[in-house]
């Protein structure tokens, strides 16, 4: 069973935690996923055996939490990673961002650098919102956004995706791949060769904006935009590993 923080406007965060040596581990799910999804319980496990600490998470609007999934701002969503850190961790953590997750990670690492001892990103969409989804609607589409507040497209989930025009007007403001993204601490980028959700091409424009002296990037060859093969599964604790021992 989760267990709830309450943030500071009084809305009521799920999660699972396992205490252990640092930094902690940081599960940032995608966008409509929750914390039982198979690559953070899978995570989650395999940091319990190598007795380091984890914590899962449902984002505002997602899962267990409360609210609504239509009233979700990349702001907000951010927000909840640093509220999860502060609340739960009393040292560095690694932030391990997918998909959505990766854009929120990388805002929440932006907020705080200090805090944040690595970050993993696995097929990350920063900008999605007006690079990948406003992008490819059409003049309806878009005519709707204005006339009726909400877009809905297919998610693949019980519910399909609303996307807001709350949610597109602040995601069109915390855009980052277009100037220098100032982080400096170390940074692992998965990326499935396969994937047509975010594709390679766009995560790859990480690359041209991170600071960091320290980053990687990976395609992985038949990987989609699960990323949850064994063999993925694998190349995601190695990522880990790797920051764990910088």
């Not at 927000?79 to 739960?88: F, K, P």
Request: with cysteine.
């Amino acid at each position: 069973m989760p267990e709830f923080l309450t943030t500071s406007d009084g809305q009521k965060i799920a999660y699972e935690k396992s205490d252990g040596n640092g930094p902690t581990l940081i599960w940032c799910g995608g966008l409509k996923s929750d914390m039982e999804g198979s690559k953070a319980v899978h995570l989650h496990s395999w940091a319990k055996s190598k007795g380091q600490g984890f914590i899962r998470f449902d984002y505002f609007g997602h899962g267990e939490s409360s609210g609504d999934f239509i009233d979700g701002t990349m702001s907000r969503w951010a927000a909840d990673i640093g509220t999860v850190r502060d609340q739960l961790c009393s040292g560095r953590v690694i932030l391990i961002g997918s998909s959505m997750g990766g854009w929120a990670a990388l805002l929440a690492a932006l907020d705080t650098p200090a805090n944040v001892a690595g970050l993993v990103l696995i097929n990350p969409a920063p900008d999605f919102t007006e690079k990948l989804t406003v992008a490819g609607w059409s003049e309806a589409q878009i005519k709707a956004l204005e006339n009726d507040g909400v877009v809905y497209e297919p998610s693949g989930y019980d519910e399909p995706y609303a996307y807001s025009k709350a949610l597109i007007e602040d995601g069109r403001a915390r855009q980052i791949l277009d100037a220098p993204i100032d982080l400096s601490c170390p940074i692992r980028i998965l990326q499935g060769y396969e994937d047509t959700v975010v594709p390679w091409s766009h995560s790859q424009k990480l690359m041209d904006v991170l600071t960091s002296a320290d980053v990687t990037y990976t395609l992985v060859s038949g990987g989609d935009h699960s990323l949850s093969r064994v063999s993925d599964l694998k190349h995601i604790e190695t990522a880990i590993t790797d920051i764990t021992h910088v």
